[in-house]
């Protein structure tokens, strides 16, 4: 015969009137992988206002973002001033242009009783020479206005840089014309005449390489995005835990030592 089965004991009733027992020694440490920590509710944040999560939010995690930087009506107005300060120094890049930019000599001469204008050198490189002095003034020109912008705004911003390329287009376009203007008449035959037959005269300025304009814009827009990469202010970290305040502990005790 075999020996009857004890049943086992029933469970101990967990009353609410029960005192709460410590967990065991091995198990003060653990928590649970997806537990909260945040402080007691109704601490005050750091700016005083009420935080129903704690001053810290869950997982040390403060809950708001503050707003950095002016707002978008500031940037505007100041990316307008960019834009049109940039574009009115176009008026001094003509001027260098006109007085930097070599001379192509021309010649007219009469056939058959109508005047023609031919080049005094055919195989010169003045005329590369002109747009290349505009090229390179304008990428100058695109390199001081970039650091003056950042020096003026480190911070950046879309619509600085907008202004930037905006203003530098504007800019070339004003240099081309005033360069235009300063130098010698666009009415060569009148000139050629003027000069007399078999006398050299130089020509008007004239921008071959349109893409030059493009200049002043490109470059300032590497230099300012080289310069905000480099010496820029950096974004808060949001996973970062913030500091507590001075006389409170944070979310995970005093530091230790």
Do not use: C
């Not at 009733?13 to 909260?36: E, K, M």
């Not at 058959?112 to 003034?137: M, P, R």
């Not at 808060?236 to 500091?243: V, W």
């Amino acid at each position: 015969m075999t020996a009857p089965l004890t049943p086992p004991p029933p469970p101990r009733d967990q009353s609410p009137n029960q005192a709460w027992q410590p967990p065991a020694a091995g198990q003060a440490g653990s928590a649970p992988h997806d537990a909260v920590y945040a402080a007691p509710p109704g601490a005050q944040g750091p700016h005083g206002h009420h935080d129903p999560l704690g001053a810290y939010g869950a997982y040390g995690i403060s809950g708001s973002y503050g707003q950095d930087g002016p707002g978008m009506k500031t940037e505007v107005r100041e990316a307008a001033v960019v834009t049109v300060v940039v574009a009115l120094f176009g008026a001094l890049l003509g001027v260098l242009w006109w007085r930097l930019a070599p001379s192509v000599p021309l010649v007219g001469d009469v056939v058959d009783k109508s005047w023609v204008v031919y080049f005094k050198d055919s195989e010169g490189e003045q005329a590369v020479g002109v747009d290349g002095t505009f090229t390179l003034l304008a990428l100058a020109f695109g390199l001081v206005s970039a650091v003056a912008v950042f020096l003026w705004r480190r911070r950046g911003g879309v619509p600085l840089v907008v202004a930037l390329a905006v203003g530098g287009f504007l800019g070339a376009l004003l240099a081309w014309r005033v360069g235009v203007w300063l130098g010698p008449t666009e009415d060569v035959i009148g000139h050629a005449k003027e000069a007399g037959k078999g006398v050299a005269f130089s020509a008007p300025l004239k921008l071959g390489a349109k893409g030059a304009l493009l200049a002043w814009s490109l470059g300032a827009l590497v230099v300012h995005l080289g310069l905000t990469a480099l010496f820029g202010p950096r974004e808060a970290d949001p996973y970062q835990l913030p500091q507590p305040p001075a006389g409170q502990q944070g979310p995970y005790g005093p530091p230790s030592a």
